[in-house]
């Protein structure tokens, strides 16, 4: 169960990391946030929960304000991504969750055109310039598994599913140059070269049969972790996929680190999610191989985890 966390920040200023020191903004919303539900546009922050919608930020976190217009009541919002000035949001309703704000999120239209009209809840987004990558995620009935794509900010959608797994959930989607990669509840992680017309399992011999917490990219360097026995902890393959290699160097926790979150700055890989004892955040400078712990000052392991990680020009903040 991913269960409610608070927000930190964390300043760039800092000349060593490992020095570095997490505080807590003023974000008190409640309800829980998933590892997809964090995104920044500038200095600009974006929030949500799964109880009462987004919110934004423009002072690193010192004061928030709902921006909820147009969405249904109370809702359950799972998936935020931008582009520009258009933003993107899941929100698991009855028919179809996908929504987008072209002004900062005052107001949302709800989008249809190529989606499904019932059972389609999107968790994860995806954006790589003029292509938008929605999956759907893992509540609701296993109707098939569904990936779609936008080439022109939502206002028409096509199913790019072909090669991968029937009745699955997407789990993550992430993008290094014109190679995608999709992690699923099932099945682990597979790979298109061609915007999502097909794809490909790119399992190696680690993660078959897996869930898949989590992909992050920086360069040409892909890191992925599971929720399974056999493969949790960090992963790094350097071609697309084809092997993967444990990078747990410097992770106390090793095989026992389950990460719910990457993100990248600069140099910078941050993991994010926890391990034996606690919640934890580590840094690689070094594209994996190694890692040192930046979690000073988060709060203890008492049945929350780390669910999103982001960064935007100054600050680093996680829910």
Same mark, same amino acid.
């Given at each position: 169960?991913?269960?409610?966390? /608070?927000?930190?920040? @964390?300043? %760039?200023?800092?000349?060593?990391?490992?020095?570095?020191?997490?505080?807590?903004?003023?974000?008190?919303?409640?309800?829980?946030?998933?590892?997809?539900?964090?995104?920044?546009?500038?200095?600009?922050?974006?929030?949500?929960?799964?109880?009462?919608?987004?919110?934004?930020? $423009?002072?690193?976190?010192?004061?928030?304000?709902? !921006?909820?217009?147009?969405? #249904?009541?109370? #809702?359950?919002?799972?998936? /935020?991504?931008?582009?520009?000035?258009?933003? %993107?949001?899941?929100?698991?309703?009855?028919?179809?969750?996908? *929504?987008?704000?072209?002004?900062?999120?005052? $107001?949302?239209?709800?989008?249809?055109?190529?989606?499904?009209?019932?059972?389609?809840?999107?968790?994860?987004?995806?954006?790589?310039?003029?292509?938008?990558?929605? &999956?759907?995620?893992? @509540?609701?009935?296993?109707?098939? $598994?569904?990936?779609?794509?936008?080439?022109?900010?939502?206002?028409?959608?096509?199913?790019?599913? +072909?090669? /991968? #797994?029937?009745?699955?959930?997407?789990?993550?989607?992430?993008?290094?140059?014109?190679? @995608?990669?999709?992690?699923?509840?099932?099945?682990?992680?597979?790979?298109?070269?061609?915007?999502?017309?097909?794809?490909?399992?790119?399992?190696?011999?680690?993660?078959?049969?897996?869930?898949?917490?989590?992909? &992050?990219?920086?360069?040409?360097?892909?890191?992925?972790?599971?929720?399974?026995?056999?493969?949790?902890?960090?992963?790094?393959?350097?071609?697309?996929?084809?092997?993967?290699?444990?990078?747990?160097?410097?992770?106390?926790?090793?095989? *026992?680190?389950?990460?719910?979150?990457?993100?990248?700055?600069?140099?910078?890989?941050?993991?994010?999610?926890?391990?034996?004892?606690?919640?934890? !955040?580590? /840094?690689? +400078?070094?594209?994996?191989?190694?890692?040192?712990?930046?979690?000073?000052?988060? #709060?203890?392991?008492?049945?929350?985890?780390?669910?999103?990680?982001?960064?935007?020009?100054?600050?680093?903040?996680?829910?």
């Amino acid at each position: 169960m991913k269960k409610q966390i /608070l927000i930190l920040s @964390i300043s %760039f200023c800092f000349i060593s990391f490992a020095n570095a020191q997490w505080q807590q903004t003023n974000y008190s919303f409640g309800g829980y946030i998933f590892p997809n539900c964090m995104a920044t546009n500038g200095t600009d922050v974006y929030v949500s929960n799964d109880s009462s919608g987004v919110y934004r930020t $423009t002072d690193n976190g010192n004061t928030w304000s709902a !921006v909820n217009n147009g969405f #249904p009541t109370d #809702p359950n919002v799972e998936a /935020l991504a931008i582009n520009g000035s258009y933003i %993107f949001a899941g929100v698991t309703i009855s028919d179809n969750g996908l *929504y987008l704000s072209t002004n900062n999120g005052s $107001t949302w239209t709800q989008l249809t055109n190529g989606l499904p009209s019932v059972n389609f809840y999107p968790s994860v987004i995806a954006i790589s310039g003029s292509n938008i990558f929605v &999956g759907k995620g893992s @509540i609701g009935t296993s109707s098939g $598994t569904r990936i779609y794509l936008s080439t022109n900010n939502g206002s028409s959608w096509v199913a790019v599913n +072909t090669g /991968l #797994p029937a009745n699955d959930n997407i789990s993550s989607l992430a993008i290094s140059g014109t190679n @995608i990669f999709a992690g699923t509840e099932h099945n682990g992680i597979y790979l298109s070269t061609n915007n999502g017309s097909n794809w490909t399992s790119v399992n190696g011999t680690v993660f078959f049969g897996d869930d898949i917490t989590a992909i &992050g990219v920086k360069n040409s360097n892909i890191f992925a972790s599971s929720s399974s026995s056999n493969s949790q902890g960090v992963y790094l393959s350097t071609n697309n996929g084809s092997s993967w290699a444990a990078a747990n160097t410097g992770i106390a926790y090793g095989q *026992y680190f389950l990460v719910y979150a990457f993100a990248t700055s600069g140099s910078n890989i941050f993991a994010g999610g926890y391990g034996w004892g606690g919640n934890v !955040v580590y /840094l690689s +400078t070094n594209n994996g191989s190694s890692w040192i712990d930046v979690s000073s000052g988060l #709060p203890a392991y008492s049945g929350n985890s780390i669910q999103s990680l982001v960064t935007n020009v100054s600050d680093f903040i996680y829910r």
